[in-house]
C-alpha cells in the first residue's frame, strides 16, 4: 500500500516508521526536508500541493501543525493551516485511489469545561474560534471523503519534552481551581493511528485518551513531592476542564503502553536527574 503522510513532525514519523516495517511504501509532505531512509520525501506547500508525479496513494494521513506566521494572528493562523488547506489537498488526491483518509483534530472541539464526562457518543460543539475552525476543517474532510474518512481527536499529547512539565512543577506555588486534564503518550498516539488503517470498518471518529483524566494541580503536587520541591496550594474546589474517555478506541481492542501518565513524568523527570 501506497501512504502519504501530510505533515511529517513527531507523531508521524513514529506512525510512517511502523507502517514501513510492515512493508508499506511511504511518500511524506513536509515544509522543511527530512532524512527518513527509505521513504520520499517531499518538500511542498500544502495551499500548492502537487501529486501528479507520483504513484498513486491508497491511504493518507493529515496532521498539520499551526505555522509560526508571526504576520497572522492565532486564529488566522487556524484557519489558513487547517481550514484553506483542505480543498487544495482534496483537490491534489482527486487522481488518486484512496481508500482511507486519517485526518488528526483535537478534543479542543468540546466545548464543555466545568468537569463534565465527554466520550466518543458527545456531539462537539467548541465555544472558541480555533475549536470553531478545527470542527470546520473534519466537517470539509468529512465531506470531501464521506466513506474514506477517519477524524481522530487525540488529549493533551506528551512524551517528547518535559519542559513545559518541569516549569510549571519548579515554579507553581498555588493553583485557582480543580482542572481537569487528559492525556495521551505520543507512542500510544502513533501506534492508534497506525492500527486505524487496518481496521475493517471504522467509525467516523474517535478520540484518543488514557482514559485517566486528572486534576492538574495534583499531577503537579505529585511531581514537587517526588522532586522534595515547596508544594502548591489549591486555592479553589471550583471545576474547569474536561474528563474524556475514549470509549470507541476501547472497542476495537487497542491496548494502551503508557496508561499512567505521573509514572512517565516521573520516569522523564529522574532521566534529567
Avoid at 516495517?21 to 518538500?43: A, C, E, F, N, Y
Avoid at 488529549?155 to 480543580?178: C, D, F, W
Wanted: glycine content about 4%; overall charge negative; hydrophobic content about 40%.
Amino acid at each position: 500500500m501506497h501512504i502519504l503522510f501530510i505533515g511529517y513532525g513527531k507523531t508521524s514519523q513514529r506512525v510512517a516508521k511502523q507502517l514501513f516495517t510492515l512493508g508499506h511504501q511511504i511518500t511524506t509532505i513536509s515544509r522543511s526536508p527530512k532524512t527518513d531512509p527509505d521513504m520520499t520525501h517531499l518538500v511542498q506547500e500544502i495551499h500548492q500541493l502537487d501529486l501528479s508525479h507520483i504513484q498513486p496513494i491508497d491511504a493518507v494521513y493529515v496532521l498539520l501543525a499551526p505555522s509560526r506566521n508571526m504576520a497572522l494572528s492565532p486564529v488566522e493562523v487556524y484557519q489558513h493551516t487547517y481550514v484553506d488547506s483542505v480543498q487544495p489537498i482534496t483537490a491534489a488526491l482527486k487522481a488518486h485511489p484512496v481508500k482511507r483518509i486519517i485526518v488528526v483534530s483535537s478534543t479542543r472541539v468540546y466545548v464543555e469545561n466545568a468537569g463534565e464526562y465527554i466520550d466518543d457518543d458527545t456531539l462537539p460543539n467548541p465555544s472558541d474560534a480555533q475549536g470553531q475552525l478545527l470542527l470546520q476543517m473534519e466537517q470539509l474532510w468529512q465531506q470531501a471523503y464521506p466513506e474514506q474518512c477517519v477524524i481522530v481527536r487525540p488529549s493533551g499529547i506528551y512524551g517528547t519534552s518535559v519542559a513545559r512539565m518541569l516549569k510549571l512543577v519548579e515554579s507553581t506555588q498555588s493553583y485557582p481551581n480543580i482542572h481537569w486534564s487528559n492525556r495521551i503518550h505520543i507512542d500510544d498516539l502513533a501506534r492508534f493511528l497506525a492500527d486505524l488503517l487496518h481496521v475493517e470498518h471504522p467509525e467516523k471518529s474517535y478520540i484518543c485518551s488514557n482514559n485517566q483524566p486528572l486534576p492538574l494541580h495534583e499531577i503537579i503536587l505529585k511531581l514537587q513531592r517526588a522532586c522534595a520541591l515547596a508544594e502548591l496550594v489549591l486555592e479553589s474546589e471550583q471545576e474547569t476542564g474536561k474528563r474524556i474517555f475514549a470509549t470507541r478506541m476501547e472497542k476495537i481492542g487497542f491496548q494502551l503502553e503508557h496508561a499512567d501518565c505521573l509514572e512517565d513524568y516521573a520516569k522523564l523527570f529522574a532521566e534529567i536527574e
